[in-house]
């Protein structure tokens, strides 16, 4: 029988560091009550945490700030509330996963409206492009989010459309190459499962819009697989109760993917009387 090397005294000599490093961040940053209940009172996702997922989410929200460079380009000006109001955001998606899953990147951009990326690219003619279209929101591989402010505001409104929580969840997305839908699963997660789930959403909602049906989801999910995972993303932390009711199985993955069950969690009766 092979002998156990037991746990590599380097790995753990790195995570020791990480959580030191994490912890004198937070025992130097701060962010004002007033200023956090003032940001985080407009978000239903936030209602619906417990106070110790609350602080967990604020300290995320402190390292996320600290970590990442956020941007303002176009004119805008950004001040601490508008660059905590994104770190929120941000970081709902990996409060049970970690502020690590954002490593490797360093910079959020944000535009006071659509903006116009200017990204060339090749068509299938093999020409090269300019692309013209305006964005709302933009995740590049390895590269930075860029966000529209415009669109960032209307976070909160309960109607399942967040280009925060969306452009992170492609960002989630592209920890093992392009967005395309499929995540790196955690252990114990069935691919095959996972693959068979969303595909079968992504054609029934692709049917629905075709026909012109109404949708609860946003029919830009439509567009591409990675644009489903990203859509029901930002729908399953801002109305979950809808993205079970419509989807349940796609419901059941992100929940596992993401290690949370939001429509578990109970909505104060202020926000149901909304």
Request: charged share 25%.
């Amino acid at each position: 029988m092979a002998r156990s090397r037991g746990p590599d005294p380097r790995a753990q000599g790195m995570f020791g560091f990480r959580q030191w490093r994490r912890r004198r961040i937070l025992s130097k940053s701060s962010v004002d009550d007033a200023i956090w209940q003032g940001v985080t009172g407009r978000f239903s996702f936030v209602a619906r945490l417990n106070d110790d997922e609350r602080a967990r989410l604020r300290d995320l929200a402190i390292l996320f700030m600290h970590g990442k460079q956020i941007s303002a380009a176009g004119g805008l000006e950004l001040n601490q509330e508008m660059k905590l109001g994104i770190a929120v955001q941000a970081c709902i998606p990996v409060l049970e996963l970690g502020i690590e899953h954002y490593d490797g990147w360093v910079e959020v951009i944000v535009y006071p409206d659509e903006f116009v990326s200017g990204h060339e690219f090749r068509n299938r003619d093999g020409l090269v492009q300019t692309d013209e279209t305006s964005y709302a929101g933009q995740a590049w591989l390895r590269g930075p989010v860029i966000l529209s402010w415009a669109d960032v505001e209307h976070a909160g409104d309960m109607d399942g459309m967040n280009v925060v929580i969306h452009e992170f969840a492609h960002k989630l997305d592209m920890l093992n190459g392009e967005a395309n839908g499929f995540p790196p699963l955690h252990a114990g997660m069935n691919r095959q499962a996972w693959s068979q789930v969303f595909n079968a959403a992504y054609k029934d909602l692709c049917r629905r819009v075709k026909a012109g049906e109404h949708t609860e989801i946003d029919p830009y999910a439509t567009e591409s697989p990675g644009e489903f995972f990203a859509v029901v993303s930002e729908a399953f932390f801002e109305i979950p109760d809808i993205v079970r009711a419509v989807y349940p199985q796609v419901y059941e993955q992100l929940a596992q993917f993401y290690r949370q069950d939001p429509a578990s969690r109970e909505l104060p009766r202020e926000w149901r009387m909304a």
